[in-house]
């Protein structure tokens, strides 16, 4: 096992000039390799959401790298395991007892992303790779079916409200909103600060491997304020978009429609093909913002996400932002 742990100054940060090093997030996402001769893995673990995404080098089923990386999640208080994969690698995780959460479209430029999860604790260490067959785990299988169908109602109905809340946002004026680069001691101040008082919604930490992380503040009239961040791999050409805080107040929510939309459009003129984001299933005034940006809802991944002291699910939200490949 080698580790590498993301949270402090990396080389590549100094690349990114002068508060570079405000990017890379304070609390730590360790990159691990397991490498032996059934499995070749990369697992980025982040501590704070007790969350943990699989990079696989080795395609294909198999029950050593189920039971590698369960063992292994399951040692280090990981609650949830998430793998990124294109669309002829999802029967694989899915025979290995994943289910196929969400897509992101565009993320590898011409072709669309899976994120498929599990559960640790409602997923056994032991046990046979599934198969088209009914078993002795057909109970807990269904259990778990219904527990997803509860929580996919759940956001359908965030989703609704949010529908509803975007007509009713269209004919009324939004904010003018400024956006700056944000520098270091500023990043980790506002990051502490909403960590501490339980708003916070990431550290910004990392989510993929060897991409770059920017701050934006986004400002607007009456003393709004957002912090926000992207996380970039222009070998795929997508942004992975955060927002530090969700809104509270009416003048919150207009600002934060105003800041997401100056945002994309930031990302557009700089030639990224698509954009992509995860808000917790039941906060209707984030939901607003995204569904009044143009974004879809693609998926739903459960208890991925911390805020506070609480487990949430994440909806993800993704948008086109250019047409790949007419450079």
């Not at 096992?1 to 993301?6: E, K, N, T």
């Not at 669309?112 to 559960?119: E, K, Q």
């Not at 808000?279 to 208890?303: E, H, I, W």
């Not at 991925?304 to 450079?327: F, M």
């Amino acid at each position: 096992m080698v580790a590498r742990a993301w949270g402090q100054v990396r080389g590549d940060a100094k690349k990114l000039g002068k508060g570079a090093e405000a990017l890379l997030p304070q609390v730590a996402v360790e990159e691990l390799f397991l490498q032996n001769d059934a499995v070749s893995l990369c697992l980025l673990v982040n501590r704070r959401a007790k969350a943990m995404r699989v990079v696989d080098f080795r395609a294909g089923p198999s029950n050593a790298k189920r039971v590698n990386v369960l063992k292994f999640a399951a040692r280090e208080d990981v609650e949830k395991v998430f793998t990124l994969v294109e669309r002829d690698e999802v029967s694989t995780w899915m025979k290995m007892g994943f289910t196929r959460e969400a897509n992101i479209p565009g993320f590898y430029k011409r072709s669309d992303a899976f994120i498929l999860g599990c559960s640790v604790a409602t997923s056994p260490i032991e046990g046979d790779l599934r198969v088209a067959l009914p078993g002795s785990d057909d109970e807990l299988e269904d259990d778990e079916d219904e527990v997803r169908a509860a929580a996919i109602d759940a956001a359908e109905r965030t989703l609704a409200k949010a529908k509803k809340a975007t007509k009713e946002l269209l004919d009324r004026p939004l904010p003018l909103t400024k956006i700056a680069p944000t520098r270091d001691a500023e990043v980790r101040k506002l990051v502490d600060r909403a960590l501490r008082n339980g708003r916070a919604l990431t550290a910004f930490e990392h989510f993929g491997r060897d991409a770059t992380r920017r701050a934006f503040t986004l400002t607007s009239r009456g003393g709004f304020e957002l912090l926000a961040s992207i996380e970039t791999q222009s070998c795929f050409g997508n942004a992975f978009l955060e927002l530090l805080t969700a809104p509270t107040t009416e003048a919150e929510r207009l600002g934060t429609v105003a800041a997401l939309r100056t945002m994309c459009d930031t990302l557009s003129a700089e030639g990224i093909g698509s954009c992509f984001a995860l808000t917790p299933s039941d906060d209707v005034m984030l939901a607003t913002a995204f569904v009044y940006n143009g974004f879809r809802r693609t998926g739903l991944l459960q208890n991925h996400l911390t805020v506070g002291k609480d487990r949430k699910d994440a909806i993800v939200w993704a948008r086109k932002l250019a047409t790949p490949g007419d450079d």
